[in-house]
Nanobody
């Protein structure tokens, strides 16, 4: 069974940084588009960033210039470096692996930006 396990969430002050990581198992990692999504209380889940196997990235406008997605196909991991964090970045962050036929989700990791 495919597993996506996120780590790295926590509490950080505004302007601070966090790095999220997602370890994937039981999938051919390199052929999947890997992504990060987030869901704040009372809101729908939204795209944060995606990265395909060719290195093409896509970012939500709200995080452009602050967040960077990267992947290591050899280690089956995808990371999200988050800098200049704002209170509105507070959410549960989910790792996603998708191809043309199916998508998988991790269990989520909480990120709270507060002073």
């Amino acid at each position: 069974q495919v597993q996506l396990v996120e780590s790295g969430g926590g509490l950080v002050q505004p302007g601070g940084s966090l790095r999220l990581s997602c370890a994937a198992s039981r999938i051919i990692f390199s052929v999947y588009v890997m992504g990060w999504y987030r869901q704040a209380p009372g809101k729908q889940r939204e795209l944060v960033a995606t990265l395909n196997s060719s290195g093409f990235t896509n970012y939500a406008d709200s995080v452009k210039g602050r967040f960077t997605i990267s992947r290591d196909n050899g280690k089956n991991t995808v990371s999200l470096q988050m800098n200049s964090l704002k209170p509105e970045d507070t959410a549960v962050y989910y790792c996603n692996a998708a191809n043309s036929q199916i998508g998988y989700w991790g269990q989520g990791t909480q990120v709270t930006v507060s002073s």
